[in-house]
Every structure is written in C-alpha cells, then in structure tokens.
DNA sequence: ATCCAGGCTCCTG
DNA sequence: CAGGAGCATGGA
C-alpha cells in the first residue's frame, strides 16, 4: 500500500500549528481539489505535466515543527518539487515571530495571534488558482461559490483514481481557455463571470498573460494589471495578489468577511466601515494581508 | 417576495 | 478620491 511511498519531512519556522491549516482545508464540506483525510491533507498536483498525489501530515517528531510529504501516486523523482510545493502553500517559511513582534504593543493583534497561534496563511499552488477562485467568489455566499468551484473542477480539471478515491487537480488555464461561455454560464456561473474566466485562462495559456510575474512587479503596478481586466476589480486584485502570490501587503478591504471579522474586534460586533478598515491596514502596514487571513479564520464563535 | 452574499462598473460631487 | 445606484445570480 502506502508504506513504501516515498516521502520527505519539511521544516517549519516556529511556531507553526498544522491543525489550523487543517481546518483551513476542511473549513467546506465538499471541496474537491484540496482534500482532507483524517489527519492529512492531500492534493493531487501537476509537476511538469504529470501527476503527483501527495500527503501531508504533521510532522513525526513534535519538538521539530514541520510537515512530512508523502508521495502516495506518481514519479519519485517529482516529490522535492511537490515538497516545495507544499512548503510554500503552507507558508512554512513565513516569519511569524518578526510579525509578533512588530505588534507586540497591540493588545488585539497579541491575542488574536496567541488564539490562532502557528497559524500559516494558506497559499494557492498559483495565481491562476487565486485568481479563478477570487472571480468565482465575487457577491456570492460561499456556501454557493464551492459549489461552483467544484463544478469547475469536475469538468476541466484533471483527476486520479486512487484507492477507490478520486482527486481532483486545479483546472490548468490551457483546459480552461477551451471552454465554451454559454456552457459554462449554465453551471450558475453567470455570462460575466465566465467570459471573464475564459477570457483569462486564454490570456495565460497563450503567454499574453503572466501572473506569477506580478510578484516581481510593484504592488500597485501589478494591482493596475489586474483592474485592467474586465470583470476583476480591486478586492479580486488584492485576493490573488495576497493568496496567490503570497503578498503579505495585498488587503482586500472590502471584502464582508473581513469588515464583520473586524468589527468584532474593533466595532463593538458591528461590521467595520470601510474607512475603519483602511485605518486598520495602514495600522497594519506589511502585514495586513496576512493580518486578514487570521481574522478569516476567527470564527464569530471564536470571538473573546 | 425580499434580502443577502468574501463585487464590479459607471456616475456623481 | 469618496459615496451611491444599478447590475448579475442563486440561497435562505
């Protein structure tokens, strides 16, 4: 079965809690590409065009923070690039302990970052991911979002069958770009969103359209980038900026989730205004975005 | 039917 | 640049 898989433990910058990233993954039921089993996290990824299921668990040895990966189906010679695959997503390298201590005089952030201690900010395996997953994800609820993400899924993203279980990789943008509009706005998706999925998938396959570049730009020049988009404005812009490239000084301000989050804790429970929230951030400075995604993942029933 | 949901666009002051 | 009116598309 799975004990000769071959496998590599990865390191973690401390602190790091697994279980948060876990629960990250497991926050819908029904979500196809990053899947959960028990204790582990499994995805199917694509490394140079072809298959590798991984499993990730936390790591053996407790006092050694970290992940091990698994490779549970595919090529051997593709688990250092899935491990770094996993490593980045998971965020393993981000400094936790430089954005404590920047806030180390801020009563609310110290205890929000002491309730979800060893959280990582979960990246996409690309941009593209961030990006379709942003647009699907615009004025909806979420509940119906990963209903259509799924549906997305199961028609142009790849699949492996394995132990009677099928997983699912992320659609490719070359899949996507030969997608019919109408058929795809059928799914729920709606005209708008689908000639902007398409129009986009066909942009990067054909090398018009480079995402992963935008980290090597300016903020704001690669947010202009975005907005230039039809269909994509500044709340998509800033989500792929920060999910999918992993710029921790992407903050999507508008954004419901962030505002109720915030108001909790500064609002008196009321959603924050978005003047407040731009105060915030400027609060917040490098670290907002990644400030943003703790306060995702504070439930209303985590609230102190 | 009515209001809401992890917005976008266009139009005003 | 801030604030507001439509707009789209299902859910509860």
Not at 184 to 202: E, F, M, P
Not at 239 to 267: E, K
């Amino acid at each position: 079965m799975t004990e000769t898989a071959p496998r590599v433990e990865v390191a973690s910058r401390t602190p790091f809690d697994f279980r948060l990233a876990l629960r990250y993954f497991r926050r819908r039921l029904g979500e196809l590409v990053d899947a959960t089993d028990g204790d582990a996290y499994r995805r199917l990824l694509l490394i140079d065009g072809s298959h590798a299921l991984v499993q990730v668990r936390a790591a053996d040895e407790p006092r050694v923070p970290g992940v091990s990966v698994e490779l549970l189906a595919g090529d051997a010679a593709s688990l250092p690039a899935a491990a770094g695959a996993i490593l980045h997503a998971l965020g393993l390298d981000d400094d936790l302990d430089q954005m404590h201590s920047a806030f180390r005089n801020d009563a609310v952030l110290t205890s929000l970052f002491r309730r979800l201690r060893g959280l990582r900010l979960v990246k996409t395996q690309s941009a593209f991911e961030a990006l379709v997953w942003a647009i699907i994800g615009q004025q909806i609820n979420l509940t119906f979002a990963f209903r259509l993400k799924s549906a997305l899924v199961q028609s142009f993203g790849e699949s492996l069958l394995f132990e009677g279980q099928t997983y699912w990789a992320f659609p490719q943008p070359e899949r996507l770009a030969g997608a019919d509009e109408a058929s795809l706005a059928v799914t729920g998706l709606g005209r708008r969103k689908a000639a902007t999925l398409v129009s986009i998938a066909r942009a990067v396959a054909k090398g018009q359209l480079d995402l992963e570049a935008l980290a090597t730009i300016d903020r704001g020049e690669a947010v202009a980038r975005l907005i230039a988009i039809p269909g994509v404005g500044p709340w998509t812009a800033h989500y792929t900026l920060l999910r999918g490239l992993g710029d921790f000084g992407a903050f999507p301000a508008s954004d419901l989730g962030l505002r109720m989050a915030a108001g909790r804790l500064y609002c008196a429970g009321e959603p924050a205004s978005l003047s407040r929230m731009r105060q915030l951030a400027e609060e917040w400075d490098d670290w907002r975005g990644y400030v943003a995604f703790y306060l995702w993942n504070s439930p209303a029933e985590n609230a102190t």
